[in-house]
């Protein structure tokens, strides 16, 4: 008797989740799984930043953490410190590993916590897969760290919003997850990534991802082009507009001082 009713229990947690699995799994010709709107973001002249949308169906009784990533670059960043009692540039560190966007959001507070070191997310994940070159000194990193956190923010390229996510009823007994983005007005083109984890009593059960586009259009485009394919082009086409910025000054200079 006893085998037989852990039999049934093994049965009931194997159909939980396969259950669990086949919700948040991609499914051929259906993106209703995970979704981002727009899925492509133009960068023109006059871009000042874009809100998206993210939502994503989640069992019920589950908790969700919704990343946008960036690709790792190398970055560098200035030291400073008092030299004959002036703040000043004593040193350069080079900073690998940290994506030039992070911006996430979660349904419970607690998920993002800043001090949950063990979290596959948030700034405590970020800084475990940073690395520094340079003036670093022995346990110097995690001031580091925080410094260029700081930094991010204050650029609005990092961000982290505990509680920020919905939740609403979906289908089938499920819900839905949705969370509004900023990306800022210095956000670079390029391919950057959405990860939406799914969590049950602290563990991660699934974790998807879908793919977001920035890209640069119109006048931004064609300088661009002209910077990378075509640099005597470019070369001679900035030289153009600094003449003709000077010789503006210069004429406006010249009527203000015949005013007077």
């Known amino acids: 008797m006893a085998s037989k009713l852990e039999l049934g229990r093994r049965i009931v947690r194997l159909g939980a989740t396969v259950a669990l699995a086949v919700l948040v799994a991609p499914v051929p010709g259906r993106t209703a799984s995970l979704a981002v709107t727009p899925p492509r973001v133009s960068i023109g002249t006059f871009f000042k930043g874009r809100w998206i949308r993210v939502t994503a169906p989640i069992p019920a009784g589950c908790q969700a953490v919704i990343e946008i990533v960036g690709r790792a670059d190398e970055e560098d960043m200035m030291l400073k410190g008092r030299r004959l009692g002036l703040w000043m540039n004593v040193g350069e560190v080079d ?13 419970q507070a607690h998920l993002l916590a800043a001090d949950d070191k063990a979290a596959p997310w948030g700034y405590p994940s970020l800084a475990r897969h940073m690395s520094f070159k340079g003036g670093v000194h022995p346990g110097g990193a995690p001031v580091l760290s925080r410094e260029f956190f700081d930094l991010k923010k204050s650029q609005r390229l990092y961000g982290v919003f505990p509680g920020a996510l919905t939740t609403s009823p979906g289908p089938g007994g499920t819900r839905v997850v949705q969370g509004r983005f900023r990306l800022p007005s210095r956000i670079s083109p390029g391919d950057y990534q959405v990860h939406l984890t799914v969590v049950k009593d602290g563990r991660v059960q699934a974790r998807r991802q879908i793919d977001l586009k920035v890209e640069l259009v119109g006048f931004p485009s064609v300088l661009s082009n002209l910077a990378y394919e075509h640099r005597f082009i470019y070369g001679l086409l900035a030289l153009v507009i600094a003449f003709g910025a000077g010789c503006l000054i210069g004429v406006v200079f010249k009527r203000g001082c015949q005013k007077h």
């Open 95 to 107: 900073i690998l590993g940290a994506p030039r966007l992070y911006l996430a959001a979660s349904t």
